[in-house]
């Protein structure tokens, strides 16, 4: 989780009371985003401005450009996406019972999932307090990088309010062996750029930026484009 500039004490005692309360003995396909509300507001956290990274489909390298570059915030590291990384929950009906870890259905499974409920309105929050420039990088190597469907295409970019945001700066990364199916002039990203405008953004959008492609060389340096790469950047 990274730390704001001004030291925040939170009461975490009352968060997990907050958490309980919303999903223990419930059950686990009856947990609505209004039930969250309370803990949320145990939670308040302001978010520097240029600096919010959105992500979709391309949670591994998002988060090592995140780690690298140390500007960007991403969800994850804020205090209650920090908190719920990578975790799975659900309540059970009993009243002798707590959370289930090991059992729960998929989101697919349920229309008020525990988990996506969360996420829902953890996400709604991180783009309600986005201001000037942010960053979204894309995976450019799927059909519909951007999708409606998505976190991000269905609930955080309608979350953005243009009077707040300068520029939206989109990141296209295709796999280093490919396919390369979607890019700035073609596929889905198309689609989000329509909205954007629509809606009043500015943005900008970059192809294999060289930071994102240096990474994915990191874990994959046999690829002919790492060569090609690193042919390029001793010739500069």
């Not at 309010?161 to 990141?171: A, C, E, T």
């Not at 629509?198 to 943005?203: I, L, V």
């Not at 959008?205 to 090609?228: G, K």
């Amino acid at each position: 989780m990274r730390v704001a500039e001004a030291v925040v004490r939170f009461d975490c005692e009352g968060i997990w009371r907050e958490f309980e309360e919303a999903v223990v003995r419930r059950t686990p396909c009856s947990v609505q985003v209004k039930d969250y509300q309370r803990m949320f507001h145990a939670t308040p956290q302001k978010l520097p401005c240029d600096k919010l990274l959105f992500w979709s489909k391309t949670h591994e390298l998002v988060h090592n450009y995140s780690a690298l570059t140390r500007h960007f915030w991403t969800l994850e590291d804020t205090l209650v996406g920090y908190m719920f990384n990578d975790l799975i929950w659900c309540g059970e009906e009993e009243q002798d019972r707590g959370f289930n870890f090991s059992a729960c259905p998929l989101w697919s499974e349920c229309v008020h999932h525990p988990v996506y409920s969360l996420w829902k309105q953890a996400s709604q929050n991180f783009a309600e307090a986005a201001c000037g420039n942010i960053t979204v990088i894309l995976n450019g190597s799927i059909k519909d990088a951007f999708n409606r469907n998505s976190m991000f295409g269905g609930v955080e970019l309608d979350s953005l309010n243009p009077r707040m945001v300068n520029y939206v700066n989109i990141k296209v990364v295709a796999n280093l062996e490919g396919p390369h199916i979607e890019s700035c002039t073609k596929g889905s990203i198309v689609e989000l750029m329509r909205i954007l405008q629509s809606r009043g953004f500015r943005w900008t959008c970059t192809d294999n930026d060289l930071t994102l492609t240096i990474l994915q060389c990191l874990r994959n340096p046999r690829q002919y484009s790492c060569l090609t790469c690193s042919n390029s950047l001793m010739a500069v």
